[in-house]
C-alpha cells in the first residue's frame, strides 16, 4: 500500500487544478481517502479476512461516500474526483491513471456468479454520472461521457456517449451512427408502387380474358356462319 501513497498524492496534482497543497489534499481530499481505505481493505480481503475487509469499507463508505467493495483491483495514481455516489464491484478491474468523477456505478446487470463487473483500461476517464454495467472491457485511452449506461465492450481510444452508450469517436476520427434520411424508405410511395403493381397486374389478367372471350366470340361467330351455309 505505502508504496502507492505518494503517486496517489501525485495523480491529483496532475488531474485536479484546485489542489494547492500536499496538506490539503492528504487531509481533505475524500477520494484519496477512500482508494486508501480500499487498498487497506484489498490486502485484508486478499488475506481472506472477508468481515474485516468489509467493515473497513463501510467506514469508508460513511465517511467519505464512495463505496468500493473490497475485491475490486484498483491499478496506481487512480483519481476520484468529488466522488460521492461511487459504487465500485467486487470483480470490477480498474487499471493505472483512472480518472473517475461523482454518481460513477462500475456494476453488474444481476446475480449471476463469477466475473460480472467491468475491467476498465489504463488511461480511461469516465464523466460524472456514468453507468458501466456488465463483465466486459473498457479499452485503453477510452472517454466515458457523463450519464453514458454502458452494456457492452468499448474499443480501445474511443468515446462513448449515450443510453444506451455508443461510440462517437475512436482513434480521433468521429464516428457517425446517424441515418440517412435520404435513404429511409418511404411506406407512403412503397403503398402507392405497392397498389401500382396491383393495377397492372389486374389489367394484364383483365386484357388476358378479354383477349380469351373475343377469341372465343370469333370462333363461334365461324361457327354461326359455317352452319348458316350449311
Not at 467493515?55 to 466522488?83: N, W, Y
Not at 446487470?109 to 489504463?122: I, L
Not at 397492372?200 to 388476358?208: A, F, K
Request: net charge positive; aromatic share 8%; glycine share 10%.
Amino acid at each position: 500500500m505505502f508504496k502507492h501513497i505518494k503517486s496517489d498524492i501525485r495523480a491529483v496534482f496532475d488531474n485536479d487544478p484546485a489542489a494547492r497543497s500536499k496538506f490539503e489534499v492528504v487531509f481533505t481530499y475524500a477520494g484519496l481517502h477512500a482508494i486508501w481505505a480500499h487498498r487497506i481493505a484489498h490486502s485484508f480481503y486478499k488475506r481472506r479476512w472477508f468481515t474485516l475487509a468489509r467493515i473497513v469499507s463501510q467506514m469508508s463508505r460513511f465517511m467519505t461516500g464512495v463505496e468500493i467493495h473490497p475485491g475490486a483491483v484498483v491499478g496506481s495514481r487512480l483519481f476520484i474526483d468529488h466522488g460521492m455516489g461511487i459504487v465500485i464491484g467486487e470483480t470490477c478491474e480498474i487499471g493505472d491513471d483512472v480518472i473517475i468523477y461523482q454518481g460513477v456505478t462500475l456494476g453488474g446487470t444481476g446475480k449471476e456468479k463469477g466475473k460480472r463487473h467491468p475491467t476498465v483500461g489504463n488511461n480511461v476517464v469516465i464523466g460524472s454520472g456514468a453507468k458501466v454495467l456488465g463483465s466486459f472491457r473498457i479499452g485503453d485511452n477510452c472517454n466515458i461521457g457523463s450519464n453514458a449506461v454502458v452494456l457492452r465492450e468499448v474499443p480501445s481510444n474511443s468515446t462513448v456517449v449515450g443510453n444506451p452508450g455508443r461510440v462517437v469517436k475512436r482513434n480521433g476520427e468521429r464516428v457517425s451512427d446517424r441515418l440517412d434520411h435520404t435513404q429511409m424508405p418511404d411506406p407512403l410511395i412503397d403503398s402507392l408502387r405497392f397498389l401500382q403493381k396491383e393495377i397492372e397486374e389486374l389489367r394484364e389478367q383483365m386484357g388476358s380474358e378479354d383477349k380469351q372471350k373475343k377469341e372465343q366470340r370469333r370462333l363461334e361467330s365461324q361457327q354461326y356462319i359455317g352452319d348458316y351455309e350449311i
